[in-house]
Protein backbone atom coordinates (compact mmCIF):
# COMPACT_ATOMS: atom_id res chain seq x y z
CA UNK A 1 0.00 0.00 0.00
CA UNK A 2 1.13 3.70 -0.78
CA UNK A 3 0.68 6.44 1.38
CA UNK A 4 0.59 10.60 1.52
CA UNK A 5 3.82 11.87 2.51
CA UNK A 6 3.76 15.88 3.50
CA UNK A 7 0.41 15.69 1.57
CA UNK A 8 2.16 14.93 -1.65
CA UNK A 9 1.43 12.05 -4.55
CA UNK A 10 3.46 9.17 -3.21
CA UNK A 11 4.19 5.97 -5.94
CA UNK A 12 3.02 2.20 -4.82
CA UNK A 13 6.26 1.02 -5.87
CA UNK A 14 7.55 0.17 -2.22
CA UNK A 15 11.30 0.01 -2.96
CA UNK A 16 10.98 3.74 -3.53
CA UNK A 17 8.73 4.37 -1.11
CA UNK A 18 10.95 2.55 1.93
CA UNK A 19 13.62 5.37 0.67
CA UNK A 20 11.02 8.19 0.69
CA UNK A 21 9.87 7.40 4.35
CA UNK A 22 13.84 6.72 6.04
CA UNK A 23 15.07 9.93 4.43
CA UNK A 24 13.83 13.32 4.40
CA UNK A 25 16.27 14.65 1.88
CA UNK A 26 15.25 12.16 -0.62
CA UNK A 27 11.32 13.00 -0.17
CA UNK A 28 12.32 16.88 -0.61
CA UNK A 29 14.70 15.42 -3.56
CA UNK A 30 11.23 13.67 -4.93
CA UNK A 31 8.62 16.69 -4.21
CA UNK A 32 10.80 19.22 -5.57
CA UNK A 33 11.50 17.27 -8.94
CA UNK A 34 7.92 16.12 -9.16
CA UNK A 35 6.98 19.71 -8.87
CA UNK A 36 9.43 20.54 -11.41
CA UNK A 37 8.13 17.87 -14.16
CA UNK A 38 4.46 18.99 -13.71
CA UNK A 39 5.15 22.47 -13.81
CA UNK A 40 6.79 22.40 -17.22
CA UNK A 41 4.12 20.01 -18.02
CA UNK A 42 1.26 22.48 -17.40
CA UNK A 43 3.43 25.27 -19.15
CA UNK A 44 3.52 23.43 -22.26
CA UNK A 45 -0.17 22.96 -21.71
CA UNK A 46 -0.73 26.70 -21.60
CA UNK A 47 1.64 27.45 -24.70
CA UNK A 48 -0.30 24.79 -26.48
CA UNK A 49 -4.08 26.05 -25.47
CA UNK A 50 -3.97 28.83 -27.17
CA UNK A 51 -3.30 28.01 -30.36
CA UNK A 52 -6.01 25.06 -30.11
CA UNK A 53 -8.27 27.48 -29.53
CA UNK A 54 -7.66 29.57 -32.24
CA UNK A 55 -7.71 26.05 -34.18
CA UNK A 56 -11.32 25.05 -32.61
CA UNK A 57 -12.54 28.80 -33.56
CA UNK A 58 -11.30 28.54 -37.41
CA UNK A 59 -12.50 24.61 -37.58
CA UNK A 60 -16.49 25.93 -36.48
CA UNK A 61 -15.75 27.84 -40.05
CA UNK A 62 -15.13 24.56 -41.58
CA UNK A 63 -17.93 23.25 -40.24
CA UNK A 64 -20.60 25.90 -41.11
CA UNK A 65 -19.23 26.10 -44.00
CA UNK A 66 -19.86 22.43 -44.67
CA UNK A 67 -23.24 22.33 -43.30
CA UNK A 68 -24.30 25.82 -44.89
CA UNK A 69 -21.99 25.41 -48.21
CA UNK A 70 -22.07 29.53 -47.89
CA UNK A 71 -18.95 30.51 -50.47
CA UNK A 72 -18.26 33.33 -47.81
CA UNK A 73 -16.93 30.55 -45.48
CA UNK A 74 -15.16 28.86 -48.44
CA UNK A 75 -11.79 30.30 -47.73
CA UNK A 76 -11.83 28.95 -43.89
CA UNK A 77 -10.23 25.79 -45.04
CA UNK A 78 -7.29 27.12 -46.90
CA UNK A 79 -6.40 29.39 -43.66
CA UNK A 80 -7.15 26.55 -41.43
CA UNK A 81 -4.73 24.11 -43.08
CA UNK A 82 -1.99 27.23 -42.57
CA UNK A 83 -3.00 27.80 -39.25
CA UNK A 84 -2.33 23.99 -37.96
CA UNK A 85 0.83 24.11 -39.88
CA UNK A 86 2.31 27.49 -38.30
CA UNK A 87 1.13 25.99 -35.20
CA UNK A 88 3.05 22.81 -35.37
CA UNK A 89 6.23 24.43 -36.51
CA UNK A 90 6.12 26.74 -33.08
CA UNK A 91 4.96 23.77 -31.00
CA UNK A 92 7.87 21.56 -32.08
CA UNK A 93 10.98 23.48 -29.85
CA UNK A 94 8.61 23.09 -27.24
CA UNK A 95 8.33 19.88 -27.56
CA UNK A 96 11.83 19.48 -27.48
CA UNK A 97 12.40 21.31 -24.39
CA UNK A 98 10.39 18.86 -22.16
CA UNK A 99 12.24 15.74 -23.81
CA UNK A 100 16.09 17.85 -22.58
CA UNK A 101 14.53 18.21 -19.20
CA UNK A 102 16.51 16.25 -16.60
CA UNK A 103 16.22 15.03 -13.18
CA UNK A 104 17.17 17.79 -10.49
CA UNK A 105 20.34 18.02 -8.96
CA UNK A 106 21.07 15.50 -5.72
CA UNK A 107 23.91 17.77 -5.05
CA UNK A 108 24.26 19.03 -0.94
CA UNK A 109 21.45 16.26 0.00
CA UNK A 110 22.45 13.71 2.45
CA UNK A 111 21.26 10.40 0.88
CA UNK A 112 23.58 7.01 0.43
CA UNK A 113 24.04 5.45 -2.63
CA UNK A 114 21.54 3.00 -2.45
CA UNK A 115 18.83 5.45 -1.23
CA UNK A 116 20.59 7.60 -4.32
CA UNK A 117 20.21 5.16 -7.12
CA UNK A 118 16.70 4.03 -6.35
CA UNK A 119 15.70 7.33 -6.13
CA UNK A 120 17.20 8.48 -9.43
CA UNK A 121 15.69 5.35 -10.95
CA UNK A 122 12.32 6.31 -10.33
CA UNK A 123 12.76 9.63 -11.29
CA UNK A 124 14.07 8.86 -14.49
CA UNK A 125 11.14 6.38 -14.94
CA UNK A 126 9.31 8.83 -14.02
CA UNK A 127 10.55 11.40 -16.30
CA UNK A 128 10.39 8.87 -19.70
CA UNK A 129 7.02 8.09 -18.69
CA UNK A 130 5.81 11.62 -19.03
CA UNK A 131 7.80 12.66 -22.10
CA UNK A 132 6.48 9.50 -23.58
CA UNK A 133 2.94 10.40 -22.86
CA UNK A 134 3.12 14.15 -23.88
CA UNK A 135 5.33 13.43 -27.38
CA UNK A 136 2.27 10.59 -27.81
CA UNK A 137 -1.21 11.91 -27.08
CA UNK A 138 -0.19 15.56 -28.14
CA UNK A 139 1.64 14.94 -31.27
CA UNK A 140 -0.73 12.01 -32.75
CA UNK A 141 -3.81 14.54 -32.46
CA UNK A 142 -1.77 16.99 -33.89
CA UNK A 143 -0.54 14.91 -36.95
CA UNK A 144 -4.29 14.48 -36.94
CA UNK A 145 -5.46 17.86 -36.96
CA UNK A 146 -2.97 18.68 -39.85
CA UNK A 147 -3.98 15.66 -42.33
CA UNK A 148 -7.65 16.37 -41.89
CA UNK A 149 -6.98 19.97 -42.53
CA UNK A 150 -5.24 19.39 -45.36
CA UNK A 151 -7.87 16.67 -46.97
CA UNK A 152 -10.78 19.41 -46.53
CA UNK A 153 -9.28 21.64 -48.30
CA UNK A 154 -7.93 19.19 -50.85
CA UNK A 155 -11.48 18.01 -51.54
CA UNK A 156 -12.77 21.03 -51.85
CA UNK A 157 -11.10 22.59 -54.12
CA UNK A 158 -11.61 19.57 -55.93
CA UNK A 159 -15.10 19.59 -55.70
CA UNK A 160 -16.18 23.33 -54.72
CA UNK A 161 -19.70 22.94 -56.01
CA UNK A 162 -20.61 19.05 -55.85
CA UNK A 163 -18.58 17.80 -52.97
CA UNK A 164 -19.59 14.67 -51.33
CA UNK A 165 -20.89 15.84 -47.39
CA UNK A 166 -20.34 12.22 -45.85
CA UNK A 167 -16.86 12.14 -46.46
CA UNK A 168 -16.33 15.84 -45.73
CA UNK A 169 -18.35 15.41 -42.36
CA UNK A 170 -16.09 12.47 -41.48
CA UNK A 171 -13.16 14.03 -41.77
CA UNK A 172 -14.70 16.98 -39.43
CA UNK A 173 -15.37 14.36 -36.81
CA UNK A 174 -12.08 13.39 -36.93
CA UNK A 175 -11.03 16.74 -36.23
CA UNK A 176 -13.60 17.17 -33.28
CA UNK A 177 -11.96 14.17 -32.06
CA UNK A 178 -8.42 15.40 -31.97
CA UNK A 179 -9.35 18.69 -30.57
CA UNK A 180 -11.48 16.63 -27.65
CA UNK A 181 -8.50 14.72 -26.54
CA UNK A 182 -6.47 17.93 -26.37
CA UNK A 183 -9.03 19.15 -23.83
CA UNK A 184 -9.19 15.87 -21.76
CA UNK A 185 -5.36 16.13 -21.41
CA UNK A 186 -5.69 19.57 -19.96
CA UNK A 187 -8.19 18.38 -17.50
CA UNK A 188 -6.42 14.98 -16.48
CA UNK A 189 -3.32 17.09 -15.94
CA UNK A 190 -4.49 19.66 -13.63
CA UNK A 191 -6.72 17.84 -11.79
CA UNK A 192 -3.33 15.45 -10.64
CA UNK A 193 -1.57 18.43 -10.15
CA UNK A 194 -3.69 19.37 -7.85
CA UNK A 195 -4.41 16.30 -5.87
CA UNK A 196 -0.38 16.08 -5.85
CA UNK A 197 0.29 19.33 -4.27
CA UNK A 198 -3.15 19.83 -2.02
CA UNK A 199 -4.29 22.42 -4.06
CA UNK A 200 -7.87 21.38 -4.05
CA UNK A 201 -8.52 20.71 -0.53
CA UNK A 202 -10.02 24.39 0.42
CA UNK A 203 -12.90 23.05 -1.07
CA UNK A 204 -12.96 19.52 1.04
CA UNK A 205 -16.39 18.94 2.55
CA UNK A 206 -15.68 15.61 4.98
CA UNK A 207 -19.35 13.89 6.10
CA UNK A 208 -20.91 10.30 7.02
CA UNK A 209 -22.28 9.33 4.31
CA UNK A 210 -24.72 6.81 5.10
CA UNK A 211 -24.77 2.91 3.13
CA UNK A 212 -27.85 3.85 1.51
CA UNK A 213 -26.41 6.66 -0.51
CA UNK A 214 -23.35 5.12 -1.31
CA UNK A 215 -25.10 3.92 -5.18
CA UNK A 216 -25.68 7.28 -5.88
CA UNK A 217 -21.63 7.73 -6.34
CA UNK A 218 -22.02 5.39 -9.51
CA UNK A 219 -26.08 5.79 -10.42
CA UNK A 220 -25.45 9.47 -10.69
CA UNK A 221 -23.03 9.52 -12.84
CA UNK A 222 -24.89 7.61 -15.39
CA UNK A 223 -26.73 11.15 -16.25
CA UNK A 224 -23.17 12.02 -17.22
CA UNK A 225 -22.94 11.89 -21.34
CA UNK A 226 -19.79 9.68 -20.64
CA UNK A 227 -21.55 6.97 -18.60
CA UNK A 228 -24.95 7.23 -20.42
CA UNK A 229 -26.27 3.65 -21.63
CA UNK A 230 -23.07 1.82 -19.77
CA UNK A 231 -24.56 -1.53 -18.43
CA UNK A 232 -23.95 -0.83 -14.63
CA UNK A 233 -25.54 -2.31 -11.84
CA UNK A 234 -25.18 -1.97 -7.85
CA UNK A 235 -25.36 -4.06 -5.03
CA UNK A 236 -25.49 -3.15 -1.31
CA UNK A 237 -24.80 -5.68 1.02
CA UNK A 238 -23.04 -3.44 3.51
CA UNK A 239 -24.08 -3.70 7.16
CA UNK A 240 -22.68 -0.63 8.43
CA UNK A 241 -23.87 2.84 9.04
CA UNK A 242 -22.00 4.48 6.85
CA UNK A 243 -17.89 6.06 6.07
CA UNK A 244 -16.34 9.73 6.12
CA UNK A 245 -15.60 10.60 3.03
CA UNK A 246 -15.94 13.72 0.76
CA UNK A 247 -18.37 12.77 -1.79
CA UNK A 248 -17.15 14.84 -4.36
CA UNK A 249 -13.63 13.43 -4.24
CA UNK A 250 -14.86 9.77 -4.17
CA UNK A 251 -17.15 10.57 -6.79
CA UNK A 252 -14.35 11.81 -8.83
CA UNK A 253 -12.16 8.68 -8.22
CA UNK A 254 -15.39 6.84 -9.28
CA UNK A 255 -15.46 8.41 -12.16
CA UNK A 256 -11.82 8.02 -13.06
CA UNK A 257 -11.73 4.14 -12.42
CA UNK A 258 -15.23 3.30 -14.72
CA UNK A 259 -13.49 5.82 -17.52
CA UNK A 260 -10.34 3.53 -17.26
CA UNK A 261 -12.44 0.49 -17.34
CA UNK A 262 -14.14 1.92 -20.96
CA UNK A 263 -10.99 3.20 -22.48
CA UNK A 264 -9.12 -0.28 -21.83
CA UNK A 265 -11.64 -2.78 -22.81
CA UNK A 266 -12.26 -4.75 -26.23
CA UNK A 267 -15.96 -5.19 -24.96
CA UNK A 268 -17.73 -2.47 -26.55
CA UNK A 269 -21.18 -2.23 -26.15
CA UNK A 270 -20.62 -5.59 -24.20
CA UNK A 271 -18.50 -4.10 -21.21
CA UNK A 272 -20.28 -4.44 -17.92
CA UNK A 273 -19.76 -3.78 -14.79
CA UNK A 274 -20.71 -4.37 -11.29
CA UNK A 275 -20.28 -2.49 -8.08
CA UNK A 276 -20.68 -4.64 -4.48
CA UNK A 277 -21.11 -3.23 -1.18
CA UNK A 278 -19.91 -4.88 1.46
CA UNK A 279 -18.68 -4.71 4.95
CA UNK A 280 -15.61 -7.01 5.89
CA UNK A 281 -13.27 -7.46 9.27
CA UNK A 282 -16.28 -6.90 11.73
CA UNK A 283 -13.56 -6.46 14.30
CA UNK A 284 -12.04 -3.53 12.47
CA UNK A 285 -15.22 -2.23 10.78
CA UNK A 286 -14.14 -1.84 6.81
CA UNK A 287 -16.42 -1.47 4.18
CA UNK A 288 -15.22 -1.86 0.59
CA UNK A 289 -16.66 -0.92 -2.55
CA UNK A 290 -15.74 -3.31 -5.33
CA UNK A 291 -15.97 -2.43 -8.86
CA UNK A 292 -15.50 -5.38 -11.53
CA UNK A 293 -15.56 -5.08 -14.96
CA UNK A 294 -15.58 -8.05 -17.50
CA UNK A 295 -12.72 -6.03 -19.87
CA UNK A 296 -9.38 -7.04 -21.49
CA UNK A 297 -8.20 -7.56 -18.24
CA UNK A 298 -4.15 -6.73 -17.05
CA UNK A 299 -1.10 -8.40 -17.42
CA UNK A 300 -0.20 -10.03 -14.01
CA UNK A 301 3.57 -8.56 -14.20
CA UNK A 302 2.09 -4.71 -14.91
CA UNK A 303 -0.36 -4.84 -11.88
CA UNK A 304 1.92 -3.01 -9.56
CA UNK A 305 2.19 -0.41 -12.16
CA UNK A 306 -1.27 0.39 -13.25
CA UNK A 307 -1.58 3.29 -10.43
CA UNK A 308 1.55 5.11 -11.23
CA UNK A 309 1.34 8.72 -13.56
CA UNK A 310 1.28 8.25 -16.60
CA UNK A 311 1.55 4.74 -16.92
CA UNK A 312 -0.12 3.13 -20.25
CA UNK A 313 1.86 1.30 -22.48
CA UNK A 314 1.00 -2.14 -22.87
CA UNK A 315 -0.43 -1.86 -19.74
CA UNK A 316 -3.48 -4.34 -21.09
CA UNK A 317 -3.96 -7.43 -23.63
CA UNK A 318 -4.68 -5.14 -26.67
CA UNK A 319 -3.46 -2.54 -28.43
CA UNK A 320 -3.03 0.73 -26.95
CA UNK A 321 -2.60 2.58 -29.55
CA UNK A 322 -5.62 1.74 -31.09
CA UNK A 323 -7.19 2.60 -28.16
CA UNK A 324 -9.43 5.84 -28.57
CA UNK A 325 -9.60 8.47 -25.57
CA UNK A 326 -7.37 6.84 -23.28
CA UNK A 327 -6.09 10.42 -22.14
CA UNK A 328 -2.80 10.44 -20.77
CA UNK A 329 -2.51 7.82 -18.14
CA UNK A 330 -3.59 9.26 -15.07
CA UNK A 331 -6.86 8.35 -14.26
CA UNK A 332 -6.08 5.42 -11.83
CA UNK A 333 -3.22 8.06 -10.27
CA UNK A 334 -5.56 10.16 -9.77
CA UNK A 335 -8.74 8.01 -8.19
CA UNK A 336 -5.33 6.83 -6.08
CA UNK A 337 -4.66 10.18 -4.49
CA UNK A 338 -8.39 11.09 -3.94
CA UNK A 339 -9.52 7.38 -2.22
CA UNK A 340 -6.15 7.47 -0.11
CA UNK A 341 -6.97 10.54 1.83
CA UNK A 342 -10.56 8.37 3.32
CA UNK A 343 -8.99 4.97 2.67
CA UNK A 344 -7.12 2.82 0.90
CA UNK A 345 -7.71 1.59 -2.66
CA UNK A 346 -6.31 -1.79 -4.20
CA UNK A 347 -6.97 -3.85 -7.58
CA UNK A 348 -6.71 -7.40 -8.63
CA UNK A 349 -7.34 -8.34 -12.61
CA UNK A 350 -7.30 -11.72 -14.70
CA UNK A 351 -5.90 -10.88 -18.51
CA UNK A 352 -9.02 -11.15 -21.05
CA UNK A 353 -11.41 -11.79 -18.00
CA UNK A 354 -12.07 -8.94 -16.28
CA UNK A 355 -10.40 -6.29 -13.60
CA UNK A 356 -11.98 -5.30 -9.93
CA UNK A 357 -10.85 -2.00 -8.26
CA UNK A 358 -11.07 -2.32 -4.19
CA UNK A 359 -11.97 0.86 -2.57
CA UNK A 360 -11.11 0.42 1.47
CA UNK A 361 -13.07 2.91 4.14
CA UNK A 362 -13.11 2.57 7.74
CA UNK A 363 -16.85 1.66 8.79
CA UNK A 364 -19.24 3.92 10.80
CA UNK A 365 -21.49 1.14 13.54
Partial sequence: MSVI?????????????????????????????????????????????????????????????????????????????????????ELEPIFDRLSQNSVRSFSGYNLNRDQEIKLRNYLSSFRSRMVSMITHRLRTPYAVLGTSSYLIDKILSLQPDNFNDSRLMGKTQVISSALGEYQEIFVEIEKFYNICFGLDRNSVNVEWVPSENLPYLFLDLLDEPTFQGLN???????????????????????????????????????????????????????????????????????????????????????????????????????????????????ISSVLNQGTTVVLDFKARD
Fill in 5 to 89: LDEFYVPQDLSILDVLKESPDAREIYQLTLRDFLEDIRSILELIRSPIEEISIKFEDVKRYLETQDPTLANSTGEFQQLVSKKKN
Fill in 232 to 346: LSVNNESEATGIKIDVEHIKEAVRQILINSIDFSNRGSDLAILVNIRTVNQEQKRLVIEITDNGAGIKPQELQNVFEPFYTQDMVGIDFANLPGTGCGLGLSIAKGLVERYGEIG
